[in-house]
C-alpha cells in the first residue's frame, strides 16, 4: 500500500520567507503527486499536480515543487510566503491501479505579517 | 455551476443516532468520495464510488454506509453515531479520479 509522510507538522515564518515543506511517498511504481491547500474555514483547493516530464511544477500564487523519484520526494516552494499564504498544506499521491488519493497528514503554515 | 455541495454544514447528534450527509456535484462527475478531517490526521477516505450505483470502502469505513444511486449525488449514512465520529466530513467529485474537487464540508458532533 502507498503512503505519503509530510514530516513537518507545523511551520511558522515571517512575511518574504522561503518556504520548503517536505513530502515524501512509498510506491513502487508510477506515481501522480499533488499538493493541495486549504486556507482557513474553506475547502481543499489543488495548488499543484505533477504526472510526468519536467520534475519542477508551477502552480498558482506562485508556489512550485519538484519531484525527485531518487528520494521519493515531492517538496513544495515557495522563494517569498505573504500573510495570505497561511493555511493548511496537503501532499497527495495517485496510483491509478487504486483509484484513491492518499494524503498526507497535512503541514499547518502560519505566516506572521 | 456550483461545483460541489455538502448539506447540511454543521450538526449535532447524540450518540446512537442516525443521520444522512448528502453530497451533491453538478459536474458530470464519474468519481465521488467522502473523506473524514482531523487534526494532525490528514483526510482519511471512508468510501469512495467509481460511477453511479457503485461504491468501494476507503481506509475507514466502519459505522458508515454510503449510497450512489444517481450520478450527480452520493449519500454518506450514520446508522448508530458515536463519539469518536466526531470530525469534519468533507465530499469530492472528480473526472477522472485524481484531481479532485472538494465541498464545503459538514462539521459533525456526536455528544
Known amino acids: 500500500a502507498q503512503s505519503v509522510s509530510q514530516h513537518n507538522h507545523h511551520v511558522i515564518l515571517s512575511e518574504a520567507a522561503s518556504l520548503e515543506l517536505g513530502c515524501n511517498y512509498s510506491y513502487g511504481g508510477t506515481v501522480n503527486l499533488f499538493w493541495y491547500v486549504q486556507y482557513p474555514g474553506q475547502h481543499l483547493q489543488l495548488l499543484l499536480k505533477?504526472?510526468?516530464?519536467?520534475?519542477l511544477v508551477k502552480g498558482i500564487k506562485g508556489f512550485e515543487a519538484e519531484f525527485i523519484k531518487s528520494k521519493f520526494s515531492f517538496n513544495l516552494r515557495k522563494p517569498s510566503v505573504q500573510w495570505s499564504d497561511t493555511a493548511e498544506y496537503f501532499c497527495a499521491a495517485w496510483a491509478g491501479s487504486a483509484r484513491q488519493l492518499t494524503f498526507g497528514s497535512g503541514t499547518q503554515l502560519t505566516v506572521l505579517p | 455551476n456550483a461545483g460541489v455541495t455538502q448539506t447540511p454544514k454543521f450538526r449535532v447528534l447524540k450518540t446512537g443516532q442516525s443521520m444522512t450527509l448528502l453530497c451533491a456535484q453538478d459536474m458530470n462527475h464519474e468519481y465521488m468520495y467522502w473523506y473524514r478531517q482531523d487534526p494532525g490526521m490528514g483526510l482519511r477516505l471512508i468510501h469512495y464510488s467509481v460511477g453511479e450505483g457503485t461504491t468501494a470502502k476507503g481506509e475507514v469505513p466502519d459505522g458508515y454506509n454510503v449510497s450512489r444511486l444517481k450520478k450527480q449525488n452520493f449519500l454518506l449514512g450514520l446508522e448508530s453515531a458515536a463519539p469518536s465520529q466526531t470530525s469534519v466530513y468533507f465530499c469530492?467529485?472528480?473526472?477522472?479520479?485524481?484531481?479532485?474537487?472538494f465541498g464545503p464540508g459538514t462539521r459533525l458532533t456526536v455528544t
Open positions: 469530492a467529485s472528480s473526472r477522472q479520479g485524481y484531481e479532485q474537487y
Open positions: 505533477y504526472f510526468s516530464g519536467d520534475p
